[in-house]
């Protein structure tokens, strides 16, 4: 009889419960990916739909049930192709498996070399494009430019983007604490609504933050702005500390990655 009671436990107590938490996990790690993108928008406003069809479909509101079941297979459609960038992204971390990820590991990073040649190359008018990889491999992006695997510091970065040379157009990238390559092409944003004083750097910085999770840091060559792309969105003309302060935050830093 113990047997059958083993048997009876696993199969109406055990295995249910397992399976509500891992539906419970899944669910609670996809919400959390969606807050990161602009996709929330798309939950909100999915939901607002599904009240208007039940308030309908309870008052019996024909006409209102008739429109939205004829308008149902171009809303899919239509969320789609706006959302196209927030669901690539979504699809890409958790290919990545990053929804059963939940705390990144730091890693080393020498991150005051950055911040000190940025603001060097602010204020001599001097663009530069920093991409921050993160759980989102950048293969195919460190392709596109020179393989380098050099030591992080100040002076490498100015020597790149302090001078015309053949790399200073491109994009550093910097992973696992090392730079990796140089003159990398990143993809361009394709928001229509982006500021159209916004030139190349900004755009591409965009492109990729829309595509992965990596963070870039911008610094303008017509304004000297200092600007970081994330979660598919550009936030312009950073202070220092609050550059410092975020990528902190992004990066899981530690507080001896900003000593001296």
Do not use: C
């Not at 079941?69 to 809303?75: E, G, I, K, Q, V």
């Not at 990053?98 to 000190?116: C, H, M, N, S, Y």
């Amino acid at each position: 009889m113990g047997w059958l009671f083993d048997s009876w436990l696993l199969g109406s107590v055990i295995i249910p419960i397992l399976d509500i938490l891992i539906l419970a996990l899944i669910f609670y790690r996809a919400y959390t990916i969606f807050l990161q993108t602009r996709a929330v928008q798309l939950v909100r406003g999915t939901l607002l739909i599904i009240l208007l069809y039940a308030f309908a479909y309870i008052l019996r509101l024909e006409t209102v049930l008739w429109l939205l079941n004829f308008l149902a297979p171009s809303l899919v459609i239509g969320i789609a192709i706006i959302f196209q960038p927030e669901l690539r992204k979504i699809f890409t971390q958790l290919g990545q498996g990053k929804i059963f990820r939940f705390k990144e590991t730091a890693k080393p990073l020498q991150i005051d070399g950055v911040l000190k040649a940025s603001q060097m190359l602010a204020q001599q008018r001097r663009g530069a494009l920093v991409v921050f990889v993160r759980s989102v491999g950048q293969k195919n992006i460190v392709e596109t430019g020179s393989t380098l695997n050099a030591e992080l510091s100040s002076a490498l970065l100015i020597t790149i983007f302090g001078s015309d040379t053949p790399l200073h157009d491109g994009a550093v990238i910097i992973e696992d604490g090392k730079l990796i390559a140089a003159g990398a092409f990143l993809p361009l944003s394709e928001q229509q609504d982006i500021r159209r004083s916004f030139g190349t750097r900004h755009r591409a910085a965009l492109g990729l933050a829309e595509e992965s999770d990596a963070v870039i840091l911008v610094v303008s060559e017509e304004t000297g702005a200092i600007s970081l792309a994330y979660d598919a969105t550009l936030y312009y003309d950073l202070e220092p500390e609050e550059v410092r302060s975020r990528l902190h935050e992004l990066l899981n830093l530690d507080d001896e990655d900003f000593e001296q």
